[in-house]
């Protein structure tokens, strides 16, 4: 509050507490009652009354005349007018200082994205050669009959072959399978094992048919299951997530269940040593 508003103020309250006390003294002090004079009259008393007055007859005095001697009430006085003082002027509002807009801040430019680096081409496998088939020997030509000599020589190099036969040729090795070939037997043979154990273990529920389960299953060398690696799940969403932990658990107890594989060859364990499944209910 500044000096002009406290002036002011102090004004206003000095009116109204003048105000107060001039109506507070008029209200105090009773008005003046006007004092009536009037004059004495004689009276005679008359203890025997004539038979006939001698009093003259009494004029009756004008409705106007009777009026104006009756005495007219004083007016009461005017109460002083109280002028109420002024109200005080409104105060002029401070006017709102301009709040000056806020100056946008320069947007960075983005960065330029590094460019792509080129992802290497996966090399392709080498196809592994295929053993070449052995060719057949040559048939030894006959041999020309020889006539008996008579020495020992044709004795001690053995009979000689019959004219017109030829000895039957070997047959040749079949080439074996390749390791492509081997791990694909392998997967099918781990997959008709496993697999059924897998779905006799598997919950139920809804959409439970479409969530893919995929594992590695670690083998010995003699066929044994070794251990079972968890890969991944895939096609899980919000109906079926309450039966991905227990497929996971079901498809790793049925691989480690399963009895040793020894149909599989020895001398191409590097092939199936390591066999990845996909798992899903039926």
Not at 72 to 82: D, F, K
Not at 112 to 131: D, M
């Amino acid at each position: 509050m500044d000096r002009v508003e406290r002036n002011g103020l102090g004004l206003a309250l000095i009116g109204h507490v003048a105000l107060f006390a001039a109506l507070s003294l008029s209200l105090l002090k009773p008005p003046k009652l006007p004092v009536i004079e009037n004059d004495p009259i004689e009276v005679d008393l008359v203890t025997k009354m004539a038979e006939e007055t001698t009093a003259p007859d009494p004029q009756p005095t004008p409705p106007a005349a009777a009026k104006a001697e009756e005495p007219t009430p004083p007016e009461p006085e005017a109460l002083p007018q109280v002028v109420p003082p002024p109200p005080p002027k409104p105060l002029p509002r401070p006017e709102p200082k301009p709040v000056p807009k806020p100056q946008p801040k320069p947007v960075p430019k983005p960065a330029p994205k590094p460019a792509p680096k080129p992802q290497p081409k996966p090399t392709p496998a080498k196809p592994q050669p295929k053993p070449k088939p052995t060719p057949a020997k040559p048939q030894p030509k006959p041999a020309k009959p020889v006539a008996p000599t008579g020495n020992i020589t044709g004795i001690l190099g053995g009979s000689a072959p019959k004219p017109g036969t030829s000895p039957s040729p070997k047959p040749a090795a079949k080439p074996g399978p390749t390791i492509a070939q081997t791990k694909q037997q392998a997967k099918f043979l781990l997959g008709s094992v496993i697999g059924p154990r897998f779905q006799k273990c598997a919950p139920s529920g809804v959409d439970v048919n479409l969530i893919l389960t995929d594992i590695d299953v670690l083998l010995n060398a003699d066929g044994s299951v070794a251990d079972v690696v968890f890969i991944k799940q895939s096609e899980v969403n919000e109906s079926n997530s309450a039966q991905a932990a227990p497929l996971r658990s079901c498809a790793i107890r049925a691989a480690k269940s399963a009895p040793p594989f020894t149909s599989l060859p020895k001398d191409q364990y590097d092939a199936w040593k390591r066999i990845p499944m996909r798992l899903k209910v039926r």
